[in-house]
C-alpha cells in the first residue's frame, strides 16, 4: 500500500520568503511523486512530478522537489514566495507501472502574507 | 494539450433528484478515467476508476448502486449520482490517464460542485 503524509496543515511565510512544504511518502514499490496546487472552487494543477529520473525536479512558478530516498522524503520549495502562491498544496504517489489511482496526502494550505 | 473537461461545472438539485456529472479528455484517449470526492478543506478521496468498456471498480464503502459510472468510449466517462440527498453535496473531480502513458500523470478536470438540497 502507498500513502502520503504532509506535515502542516497550514503555513503561512511573508511575501519573498522561502516555502518549504513537506511531504512523507510510504510505498512498497517504486514511487511516482506528484505536487498539485488548488485554487478555490478550482481543479488541480500539476506543479511537478519525480518518475525515477533526476531527483531534484523542477516544476511550474518557481517551485523545485528534491526526492531523497533515504528520507523517504518529496518536500516542495520554493525561494521566494509571491502572494499568487496562496493555495492549497497537495502532494500524492502512485505506483510507476499500471493503471493505479493517485493516493492524496491531506493537503497544506499555504498563506503569503504582505 | 492533456485537457480534462467536466460538465456542468456547478449544480444545484433538489433531494431525490439525480444528477450526471460528465468528465472528457478532449486531446487525448483514455482507457482508465478517476473519479474524486472533495469535501470543504479535505483532501481528494478516490471513489472508483473507471475502466472503457467495462464495469468500474469501487472504492471500500461507495455505493454503486448510487454512483452510477459509465465509461463508454477512450474520451468519455460519466458519474450519476442517483437519489442524490444533501450529504452527498461535494465537490466532485475527475482525471484521465493517457494512454500513451505519460510517467502515469493524471490529468485533472476543473471539478463539478454538487448542491443538494
Known amino acids: 500500500a502507498q500513502s502520503v503524509t504532509q506535515l502542516g496543515s497550514h503555513v503561512s511565510v511573508s511575501e519573498g520568503a522561502l516555502v518549504l512544504l513537506r511531504c512523507n511518502y510510504s510505498?512498497?514499490?517504486?514511487?511516482?511523486l506528484f505536487w498539485y496546487v488548488q485554487y478555490p472552487n478550482q481543479g488541480l494543477q500539476l506543479l511537478l512530478k519525480?518518475?525515477?529520473?533526476?531527483?531534484l525536479v523542477k516544476g511550474i512558478n518557481g517551485f523545485e522537489a528534491e526526492f531523497k530516498k533515504s528520507e523517504t522524503s518529496f518536500h516542495l520549495t520554493k525561494p521566494s514566495a509571491h502572494m499568487s502562491d496562496a493555495a492549497e498544496y497537495f502532494c500524492?504517489?502512485?505506483?510507476?507501472?499500471?493503471?493505479?489511482?493517485?493516493?492524496f496526502g491531506k493537503g497544506t494550505r499555504l498563506s503569503v502574507i504582505a | 494539450g492533456a485537457v480534462v473537461s467536466q460538465h456542468p461545472s456547478w449544480v444545484i438539485c433538489k433531494s431525490g433528484t439525480s444528477v450526471k456529472i460528465e468528465c472528457r479528455s478532449l486531446d487525448f484517449q483514455a482507457t482508465t478515467m478517476f473519479w474524486y470526492r472533495q469535501f470543504p478543506k479535505q483532501s481528494l478521496m478516490l471513489m472508483a476508476t473507471?475502466?472503457?468498456?467495462?464495469?468500474?471498480?469501487?472504492e471500500q464503502g461507495v455505493e454503486k448502486d448510487k454512483f452510477l459510472i459509465n465509461h463508454a468510449s477512450l474520451t468519455l466517462s460519466t458519474l450519476t449520482v442517483t437519489s442524490a440527498h444533501p450529504e452527498d453535496s461535494s465537490f466532485y473531480i475527475c482525471s484521465a490517464l493517457d494512454v500513451g502513458g505519460r510517467g502515469n500523470e493524471q490529468f485533472f478536470g476543473p471539478g463539478t460542485r454538487l448542491t443538494v438540497l
Open positions: 473507471s475502466n472503457e468498456g467495462s464495469k468500474a471498480t469501487y
Open positions: 500524492a504517489v502512485t505506483r510507476n507501472s499500471g493503471n493505479t489511482p493517485l493516493v
Open positions: 510505498s512498497s514499490v517504486p514511487p511516482y
Open positions: 519525480y518518475t525515477s529520473a533526476a531527483t
